[in-house]
C-alpha cells in the first residue's frame, strides 16, 4: 500500500485515512504478518522554508482518534531535499486580472529561457477549479509567450487535442453528412467542428506518410465491404458502430485480414440486426 496521510483527495470516493493509517495492525490481525514499513519522508518539490511551515503547521494539530490511535503517521518527519533558503513564495501585484495573468506568465517564460527546469511539463498551475475563469486567461497569456498549454479538463471532452484528431480520422475513414441549408447555431456549431476535425486529421496524414496509408487502406476495405454485402455506406458505417469496443478495437490495429472479418461481421450483425425485430405478415383470409 502507498499513500499519503496527510492528503485526503479522494474522499469523494469513500476514501477513509484509517485504511492507511490502521493498515500494518489490519494485516497482523486479519493475517498474523508485521508490513514492512517504507518512509517516503523526502520533498523533491518544495523549498525548505515550505517544507519547514507545513511541519511546524501539521504539528501544533491534534492528531489522536477518540477510539484509540491517531488520524496520521505521527512518527514521520518531512525533509526538504532541497537546502537553499530562497524566496520560495511570491505574489502578484493587485490588477485587473489579464495583466495578472500576463505578469505570472514573463517568470515563466524565463524560467524556460534559463533553463531552471528541464521541460515545460515540470511547471504546474493549481486553480480551486478548472471552470475558474483565471483558467481561461492564463492559458491565453502563456500561448501569447508561445508556451503550449496541456489542460484536458479545462474544457470539453471535444475541445481536447487528441479527440479532435481521433475524430478527424474516423470521418476520413467513415466519411460524414454534409452540411445542410438547416438553420440553428447548434447545427452549424457541429459542423464546424467537424470540418476542424477534417482539417487537423488532414495535415496529420500530410506529415505522417504511414497513417496516410493506414487511412487509405481502410477506406479502401469499407468499399469492398460495401460491394460485398450489396450494403450502402451509411449501413455499414452504422452496423460498425453497435459492434462490441473489442471487435472494433481488432479490426483498427488489425490491417492483415481486415477485410474478411470486417466482412464476415457485417454479414452478422446484419443477421442480428433482422433477427432482433418482430416480423408482421400480411395475412389475406378468404371470405365465407
Not at 494485516?27 to 498474523?32: E, I, L, R, S, V
Request: hydrophobic fraction near 40%; include cysteine.
Amino acid at each position: 500500500m502507498v499513500g499519503d496521510d496527510d492528503q485526503a483527495l479522494y474522499c469523494f470516493r469513500g476514501v477513509t485515512v484509517e485504511n492507511f493509517v490502521q493498515f500494518p495492525e489490519r494485516c497482523k490481525t486479519a493475517f498474523g504478518v508485521e508490513p514492512t514499513t517504507i518512509p517516503l519522508d523526502t520533498n523533491y518539490r518544495s523549498r525548505r522554508h515550505i517544507v519547514q511551515f507545513y511541519t511546524d503547521f501539521i504539528g501544533r494539530c491534534d492528531w489522536r482518534n477518540p477510539r484509540g490511535g491517531h488520524f496520521r503517521v505521527t512518527s514521520k518527519q518531512i525533509r526538504a531535499a532541497s537546502a537553499d533558503a530562497e524566496v520560495a513564495v511570491v505574489t502578484s501585484t493587485l490588477a485587473e486580472p489579464h495583466a495578472v495573468a500576463a505578469e505570472v506568465a514573463d517568470p515563466v517564460r524565463r524560467l524556460l529561457e534559463a533553463d531552471r527546469v528541464e521541460n515545460p511539463n515540470q511547471i504546474a498551475f493549481l486553480f480551486p477549479s478548472l471552470k475558474f475563469p483565471m483558467v481561461a486567461r492564463m492559458k491565453d497569456a502563456l500561448e501569447a509567450r508561445g508556451l503550449r498549454v496541456y489542460a484536458p479538463r479545462a474544457g470539453t471532452f471535444l475541445e481536447v487535442p487528441e479527440a479532435v484528431a481521433m475524430f478527424g480520422l474516423y470521418l476520413r475513414i467513415f466519411g460524414r453528412l454534409a452540411r445542410r441549408d438547416f438553420g440553428g447555431e447548434d447545427y452549424h456549431s457541429y459542423h464546424d467542428w467537424l470540418d476542424n476535425a477534417e482539417t487537423v486529421a488532414e495535415g496529420l496524414c500530410e506529415t505522417d506518410r504511414r497513417l496516410d496509408a493506414y487511412v487509405r487502406d481502410r477506406q479502401a476495405e469499407i468499399e469492398r465491404a460495401v460491394q460485398q454485402t450489396g450494403l450502402t455506406r451509411p449501413t455499414v458505417n452504422v452496423i460498425f458502430r453497435r459492434m462490441r469496443p473489442d471487435k472494433k478495437r481488432f479490426f483498427l490495429r488489425n490491417p492483415e485480414g481486415f477485410a474478411g472479418v470486417f466482412i464476415a461481421e457485417l454479414r452478422n450483425a446484419l443477421a442480428d440486426h433482422i433477427a432482433e425485430r418482430i416480423e408482421f405478415e400480411i395475412v389475406s383470409e378468404a371470405g365465407p
